[in-house]
């Protein structure tokens, strides 16, 4: 890995662990607010927010029990699929289309809605040439919001059932939904969307502007509120991108300084979460725990991503091409890479958008070398905990370490007990539908799409490489990420419509086994350590859950992945020799 | 046509999980003041 890369990959670290305390402890005060009932920011946003309230005909005071929690992300979410599917359907007889979309197509409409409602963003549809200012805006920009407050609530609500004592509720979703939005997410893409506009990335209301080149072509240039998608794109773990070829756009990522900028946003909520975590439940060692452990794989995989394509393709050495890096070229692994970020810190961004459920790209991560593709494709069916999406990749992290408290009970033969409250049966099961729900959907749709006619003439490459594509596409819906290997045309009715059955079953049938967790936990009375508790803030605690992590993902997907990018690696070096 | 079939994929799906968290709280039991 080049030197730049390192510096870049320890300026990130540097940049996360100065904010994410303030942060994280700004986080815990909104979501835990104090006895009085009083958070930050109440003068300036609480007018706001009980407006809000009086026109949805909500009670700020009222919290909810579990099933009324998780009724009310539903109902929340299956009114915005369907506007969202209504509003792409009509855009072309609404105002704001100054380059005159037609409606989106029905498949493609589907698929998208409930993409940017599932916080997945996977996107079958190039944005400049099919959607209007108008969706953008209004539509799938407002999901990024509302989708990422909806993520974070849950990890909220999880963290409260955790925390609390004998309590009936964990909190409120109208709330939490709210408070979310208007004190968290708004002010920083506010700040990050002037920073990227002082960097150059364009935000206005233009339609394309068409202009000649040398050779006498006319190309179109795209115009439209760029930046301000891009902020909550980044900051929302959302990752679909305005324009096409999403960050490796010279309009939506044009220097090194907002790239930088671009991997910083994408993990600065998560990895602050951990910090949330350890001030609701009074104990910030519990946080850092989990911290370490989220840490460490991310540092992990992005080292990995960003080695494998500095050094690029082994086949080509065979051939005496030069890959190495020098001052005269960025080196390794070049295809598919922007020469101004360079193989490694593609890698790096590679590793931090599937390590988060963001699904941006600035490379193309069909072109990475097998090893370095692989890297993605295991950080998302590690289900995104490293450091994961905002509030998903905590609830994801809370659950596996719940699942270790317990897989060390069972090796000690004590009644597992996390931050006292007593593990048992309700809560296992819970956490074993949380967790074969997105194997499931991944590799149920995987295995059908790789059969079927219909669904294997849509793909791109032949062989492991091939196979690669479909187990990727279902892998990054499944987990809600996003991000798409190339080559595979995802825009069949067959990809379309069970990519969105995978994207539902990903986020939803995930939510609700969380939620229920959190009101069996909340409910229970704590019990004070004994002699014989499991210490989880210490290091042996953070070296089971991060073997958790990696054995239940091992267990599961390993043989797919053997048939996958492992088997090209193998017949790569094979070529080398 | 195609619009009322996707419409009622969305609509059931979201019907079927509010069947999953009924399903679900049964797993966790009533609580105990309902008891």
Redesign the interface.
Known sequence: MSAPALVQLLVLVVLIGVTMGPLGRYLAAVYGAGDDGRAPGDRVFGPVERVVYRAAGVDPDREQRWTAYAGSVLAFSVASTVGLYGLLRLQGVLPGNPDGRGGVSPTIAFNTAVSFVTNTNWQSYAGESTMSHLSQATGLTVQNFVSAAVGMSVAAALIRGIARNRSGTIGSFWVDLVRTTVRILLPLATVAALFFVSQGVIQNLHGATPAATVEAVVQSIPGGPVASQLAIKQLGTNGGGFLNANSAHPFENPTPLSNLAEIYLLLIIPFAFTVTYGTMVRDRRQGRVLLGVMMGLWLATSLLAGFAETNGNPALDRLGVDQSVSVEQAGGNAEGKEVRFGPGASGVFASSTTGTSTGAVDASHDSFTPRGGMVPLVNMMLGEVTPGGVGSGMVGMLLYAILAVFIAGLMVGRTPEYLGKKVQATEVKLIMLYLLAMPLALLGFAAASVVTGTATSSIGDAGPHGFTEVLYAFTSAANNNGSAFGSLDATTDWYTTTLGLAMLVGRFLLIVPALAVAGSLARKQKVPATAGTFPTTSPLFGGLLTGVVIIVAGLTFFPALALGPIVEHLSLSEVAR | M??VI??A???G??AL??L???W??H???P???DR
Request: a negative charge.
């Open positions: 195609r619009d996707l419409l994929v969305i609509v799906f979201f999980t509010a999953y968290v009924r679900a709280d797993l966790v039991g609580d105990e003041d």
